[in-house]
C-alpha cells in the first residue's frame, strides 16, 4: 500500500508539472494577444498576464517542494496522506487557474469580436462621411455655377 501511495503521488505530481507546462503555454498565448490590443485593454489583459505568471511560480515552487519531499520520504518514511492532500490541493488550484485563464481567453475572443464590429463600423462611417463630402463639393460647384450665371444674367439687364 505505501509504495501505491507513492507511485500514485509520483502520478499526480508528473500530471500537475504538465498541467502547469498547459498554462504556461496558454500564458504565453494570451500575453501574446495581449501585446496585440491597445489601450486600456491592452493594460488589463497585460496585467492579468502578469497575475497569471505569479501564480503560475507560485505553483511551480510548490511542486518542486513536494517533488522534494515525495524524494525525502521515499528514504526516510512515509508521509503520503500530507503530501496527497498537498498534490490534491495543488491540483485544485490549477484547475482553478485553468478555469480563469478560459475564461480570459473567452474575453480575449469577445474583444477581438467587439474591435472588429467597431472596425467594420468605423469604414462604413467613413464611407459615408467621404460621399457626404463628395455630394457637399458637388453642390457647391452647382452653387457656383448657379450665382455666376444669375449675375451674368444681371449684368445683361
Same mark, same amino acid.
Given at each position: 500500500s505505501s509504495n501505491n501511495?507513492?507511485?500514485?503521488?509520483?502520478?499526480?505530481?508528473?500530471n500537475c508539472k504538465d498541467f502547469i507546462k498547459q498554462l504556461d503555454e496558454i500564458i504565453k498565448q494570451l500575453?501574446?494577444?495581449?501585446r496585440s490590443q491597445s489601450g486600456e485593454t491592452k493594460k488589463i489583459l497585460s496585467d492579468k498576464v502578469g497575475q497569471f505568471k505569479i501564480t503560475i511560480k507560485q505553483l511551480n515552487n510548490e511542486i518542486e517542494k513536494l517533488n522534494d519531499k515525495i524524494n525525502r520520504s521515499s528514504l526516510i518514511g512515509d508521509k503520503s496522506e500530507e503530501q496527497r492532500? +498537498? *498534490?490534491? =490541493?495543488?491540483?485544485? +488550484? *490549477?484547475? =482553478?487557474?485553468?478555469?480563469?485563464?478560459?475564461?480570459?481567453?473567452?474575453?480575449?475572443?469577445?474583444?477581438?469580436?467587439?474591435?472588429?464590429?467597431?472596425?467594420e463600423e468605423l469604414s462604413s462611417n467613413r464611407d459615408k462621411i467621404e460621399s457626404s463630402r463628395n455630394h457637399a463639393s458637388q453642390l457647391k460647384s452647382d452653387m457656383d455655377v448657379a450665382d455666376k450665371t444669375v449675375k451674368e444674367m444681371k449684368n445683361r439687364d
Amino acid at each position: 500500500s505505501s509504495n501505491n501511495d507513492k507511485k500514485k503521488s509520483n502520478d499526480q505530481l508528473i500530471n500537475c508539472k504538465d498541467f502547469i507546462k498547459q498554462l504556461d503555454e496558454i500564458i504565453k498565448q494570451l500575453d501574446m494577444e495581449a501585446r496585440s490590443q491597445s489601450g486600456e485593454t491592452k493594460k488589463i489583459l497585460s496585467d492579468k498576464v502578469g497575475q497569471f505568471k505569479i501564480t503560475i511560480k507560485q505553483l511551480n515552487n510548490e511542486i518542486e517542494k513536494l517533488n522534494d519531499k515525495i524524494n525525502r520520504s521515499s528514504l526516510i518514511g512515509d508521509k503520503s496522506e500530507e503530501q496527497r492532500v +498537498r *498534490l490534491i =490541493d495543488v491540483s485544485q +488550484r *490549477l484547475d =482553478d487557474q485553468n478555469d480563469i485563464i478560459s475564461s480570459t481567453l473567452r474575453i480575449v475572443e469577445e474583444t477581438e469580436q467587439v474591435g472588429a464590429k467597431i472596425t467594420e463600423e468605423l469604414s462604413s462611417n467613413r464611407d459615408k462621411i467621404e460621399s457626404s463630402r463628395n455630394h457637399a463639393s458637388q453642390l457647391k460647384s452647382d452653387m457656383d455655377v448657379a450665382d455666376k450665371t444669375v449675375k451674368e444674367m444681371k449684368n445683361r439687364d
